[in-house]
């Protein structure tokens, strides 16, 4: 069985966990010579923002996916499909404030869509050997909205390769419909890449506790939040989650909420300093081999 990782962040934005994944997988696959594999089960991207690199990826693998899971899979010496190691991504825009201004109605604008926007969702599950197929979700009133931005003429022919296009018209209809796939997409990916790897390197999403949770697998769980680092004892952690979310089931589980039910096992400063970042997770990823071993 490989040895499986959980990188979590402190933040919603900019914990430093793509950072930290990067210089695990870089330790793992040049000082242990082990096959490495990065995992994002959930991931999101906005269209608007990222447009060039996103069209780069999408004429490159055929398919919307994490520019952190392209930028991690460079580091990666196994031959994994993209949309394995990231099963589920989700494609944002924005809207523009031009037609609400020709409207009159600027108010509307910042009062519900001067926030990022759902376009859709790709669910990809691996069906056998290597083939997959992927489901999309789709935002009906904003896919085709001319007052939200996206590029129709690269969107589309991605969605009509799929195997099933799913429209939804409001949170509940999105919710109901992303938990038929989820599990399936994020499991089936995890147990193919399971097969192929010796270290697997779980990054999540925002400050999720846990963006997988139908994927409890886990020997080491590392939180990063800027300029440190935490570690968790696994079986602590998931119990954590388990209590925080008897607790509240009414909304995602944060790190944060795991901060106030679960006490580290150790907290570690981490430089800001690149070589001697790298230096201190290769310290640690040392210590947690032979801990493992034993």
């Given at each position: 069985?490989?040895?499986?990782?959980?990188?979590?962040?402190?933040?919603?934005?900019?914990?430093?966990?793509?950072?930290?994944?990067?210089?695990?997988?870089?330790?793992?696959?040049?000082?242990?010579?082990?096959?490495?594999?990065p995992?994002?089960?959930?991931?999101?991207n906005n269209l608007y923002y990222h447009y060039d690199q996103i069209k780069e990826h999408v004429e490159k693998y055929g398919n919307f996916v994490s520019l952190d899971i392209v930028d991690l899979m460079e580091f990666s010496s196994v031959d994994i499909p993209m949309?394995?190691?990231?099963?589920?991504?989700?494609?944002?825009?924005?809207?523009?404030?031009?037609?609400?201004?020709?409207?009159?109605?600027?108010?509307?604008?910042?009062?519900?869509?001067s926030s990022s926007v759902s376009l859709f969702q790709r669910l990809t599950k691996h069906e056998k050997e290597s083939e997959f197929t992927s489901v999309f979700i789709v935002?009906?009133?904003?896919?085709n909205n001319p007052k939200c931005w996206n590029d129709v003429s690269l969107s589309d022919p991605i969605l009509k390769q799929a195997k099933d296009l799913k429209h939804y018209k409001n949170e509940h209809e999105y919710y109901t419909m992303n938990s038929k796939f989820?599990?399936?997409a994020t499991e089936s990916s995890f147990n193919y890449i399971k097969n192929h790897a010796e270290v697997i390197i779980t990054e999540s999403f925002n400050n999720s506790a846990h963006p997988a949770w139908c994927i409890r697998?886990?020997?080491?769980?590392?939180?990063?939040?800027?300029?440190?680092?935490?570690?968790?004892?696994?079986d602590a952690y998931f119990r954590a989650i388990d209590n925080s979310r008897a607790i509240n089931r009414s909304k995602p589980t944060t790190t944060v909420?795991?901060?106030?039910?679960?006490?580290?096992?150790?907290?570690?400063?981490?430089?800001?300093?690149?070589?001697k970042r790298k230096e201190e997770i290769r310290e640690l990823v040392e210590k947690l081999s032979k801990e493992i071993k034993e």
């Open positions: 069985m490989p040895l499986k990782v959980f990188i979590g962040g402190l933040l919603e934005y900019n914990s430093g966990k793509t950072t930290f994944a990067k210089d695990m997988l870089e330790v793992f696959e040049q000082d242990k010579s082990m096959k490495t594999v995992f994002k089960p959930l991931s999101g949309v394995l190691a990231n099963p589920v991504h989700r494609v944002n825009t924005q809207a523009l404030p031009y037609p609400f201004y020709k409207e009159g109605s600027l108010n509307t604008f910042f009062s519900k869509y935002n009906e009133p904003i896919y989820y599990a399936d697998e886990s020997d080491v769980v590392i939180i990063v939040g800027p300029g440190s680092f935490f570690l968790f004892e696994p909420e795991i901060l106030k039910l679960a006490t580290p096992a150790a907290a570690c400063s981490l430089s800001l300093n690149s070589d």
